[in-house]
């Protein structure tokens, strides 16, 4: 990863006169974590950061500026936001244009092709305990990892996200300036949703039944998730109240269900819910399970071309119906 | 979707249903009722996920 690069890239973004901020990463103030960074013009570039620990997602804040109260069209000027977007993030930002989030000339997008991220917890448990920053470059299938000093060579493998694995699109779809090389789109892989399909009926519900009994409610999944944004939800809400505070299996499963469902030909597939999960649920599961659906059932790929219609919203007359009784 | 989405998560799918019929498909609508009765009268009530009383 070119950091370098990127460093130009964004001065020369926030040297625009439309520019307002960019929102990159920077350092985290311990381990492993990164912060997301909000930098305005003639402030330090060098705090800037790109490495495989850049797990999170940014397009969220994008929202969070734009659903501010009270803005006027004037207070919004200079309009543009700068943001530092990988694969997946560009597939948010796809669809937030889509569905009229956001709208295109509001976004500066300087891509990023990525390699694949670090998972927190796999990192985490390979190296207990250390408070001070560390930094993680990639060279040849291998993390070089600097730790209080010390320099670790680890596989990449080992240390990979899991939904890195199935990623379908490493380089940004939707871009202004690209750093690094493009990389071709890579084949679909289903492979475990498939093989949990074919368990029995009861098998499955006993798994999600012991998955959903773990579940806190503490609604950072929904919090995090760059695909929800509107201000009014269903489990805010209190009347009609469609969903009781108690976090016991049966309103957990309901909650989780309305919570996928509301993904459905919208989840792009970023992971954040999974990785923001104090109670590690296997929340992708449900997501890539509709992922899948959306696919096989319809070819649809959420957050490929800004300007496709959104799966559920459009009808066409060749659309299977066999769920029509 | 949500019906396989439920199967997913281990819900019968017979459990749901959708059937469209027009207002003057009376005959319809009741076949349709006493078929989907029956066929859950068959599987029984659901156990798990049940509210608790509070």
Partial sequence: MNVQKLKEEAARALGRKDVKYLIGYKKGSYGFRVSPAFIEPKEDIDQLIMSPLCNMSLVKYVMMEETLPGLTEQALKPSKIAIVARGCDSRAINLLI?????????????????????????????????????????????????????SHTVPKEELLAELCTVCRYPTPLIYDKLIGDKLAARPFHYDEIAAFEALPLEERLAYWQQQFSKCVRCYACRNVCPRWYSTICSLDSLSPQWLRRSADTSENFMFQIIRTFHLAGRCIGCGECERVCPMNLPLMKLNRKLEKDAKELFNYESGKDPKAKSLLTTFHTEDPQGFIL | MLRSLLEFSGINPLRLRMSWVSASEGKKFADVITEITKELQEIGPQQSYIREAV
């Fill in chain 1, 98 to 150: 889509e569905e009229k989030g956001v709208p295109r000339d509001r976004l500066y997008i300087i891509g990023v092709s990525c390699q694949g991220v670090i998972d927190q917890r796999k990192i985490e448990a390979r190296f207990p305990q250390v408070t001070e920053p560390a930094e993680v470059t990639e060279e040849n299938g291998n993390y070089i990892i600097t730790v209080q000093g010390q």
